[in-house]
């Protein structure tokens, strides 16, 4: 569903939590991309006999990510490129990914391949469109019966549309822009899927395949201007209607219902990617002994799935 053109200034994220809307505040750091070594497109195919008993992803041309989990005392180098990224193997970390329509990209890129802690993002640029996505776990498994495993979340973290700044093409999050989407939408409905854990096991035939992880990039929820946000406390909630719309004699949640439909715009299990220009999504990843998480994105306009 696109963006209803009336509002094409900074948006607000909104999910309906119960009877509530919930809105929280951009935590985007500066980011402007200039992009030197991005990473090709992979292709290759094979039978789908094949597909259903070996490592489980698509046939098809794709972008590859590698997440290595690292032991303590692992120094991180933080430059750009290349198709890894490195977090701890025991602990959480953060990761973003992000998409700017506006921006010229022809090939994944990773910003910073380096997260250590929640509040050290690394950050992955996608080319402009949709994908399906698969990730497997792969590397040893523990020894003497160690479950080794991770777990992601995922989440909203930041949305703007281009309002003709100068460069907007280069940005990677919105805080360089004088209309901020607000955004960070947690779990409870936001997400078709709101988790995904991966578990390492003993090496089978069959066993460690690639899952799809798609719906976890697939988001239900309200986008709206933030001058409808009136008491700009950035939450959507009846303290920022002002008219009675359903003529009860009072405002309550039905005028807010009424409210959300007149002045934003709604998506269901859309592509994350698509409700706004520039958009930052993330995983919460919890790492316990993981040590290796391969993630493939395909395109949907050139993939052909077996």
């Given amino acids: 569903m696109p963006l209803d053109n009336r509002f094409l200034v900074g948006l607000v994220a909104v999910l309906v939590v119960g009877v509530g809307v919930v809105l929280l505040g951009n935590q985007g750091t500066t980011g402007k991309a200039t992009y030197s070594t991005q990473v090709p497109m992979q292709t290759y195919a094979k039978p789908a006999d094949v597909v259903q008993w070996s490592n489980g992803f698509p046939s098809g041309d794709h972008y590859n990510l590698n997440i290595h989990g690292k032991s303590a005392g692992f120094t991180c ?156 406390d950035g939450q959507m909630t009846v303290a920022d209607v002002t008219v009675d719309l359903d003529g009860s004699g009072v405002i309550d949640q039905a005028d807010l219902a009424i409210y959300l439909e007149l002045y934003c715009s709604y998506f269901e299990h859309e592509w994350i990617f698509n409700i706004a220009d520039l958009v930052v999504y993330g995983w919460d990843y919890n790492n316990m002994g993981s040590k290796l998480v391969q993630v493939r994105f395909y395109p949907l306009q050139s993939t052909t799935f077996v």
């Avoid at 992000?98 to 950050?123: E, G, H, T, W």
């Avoid at 805080?175 to 988790?195: L, N």
């Fill in 77 to 232: 180098d933080p430059t750009p490129g290349g198709g890894s990224i490195f977090v701890p193997e025991y602990g959480q970390a953060e990761i973003q990914f992000i998409q700017n329509r506006k921006a010229s990209l022809a090939a994944m890129y990773v910003i910073d391949p380096c997260s250590f802690s929640p509040s050290d993002p690394a950050k992955i640029q996608l080319p402009s469109g949709e994908y399906q996505v698969y990730a497997r776990i792969l590397a040893k498994p523990g020894k003497n019966g160690e479950e080794r495993k991770v777990i992601f979340y995922p989440k909203l973290i930041d949305a703007c549309d281009d309002t003709g700044e100068a460069n907007f093409s280069n940005f990677t999050d919105c805080s360089d822009s004088e209309y901020v989407g607000i955004g960070k939408v947690t779990s409870g409905g936001v997400f078709d899927k709101d988790s995904q854990e991966l578990i390492r096991i003993v090496p089978t035939r069959g066993n460690n395949k690639a899952v799809p992880v798609t719906e976890m990039f697939q988001w239900t929820g309200y986008v709206c201007d933030p001058i409808y946000d009136v008491n700009g």
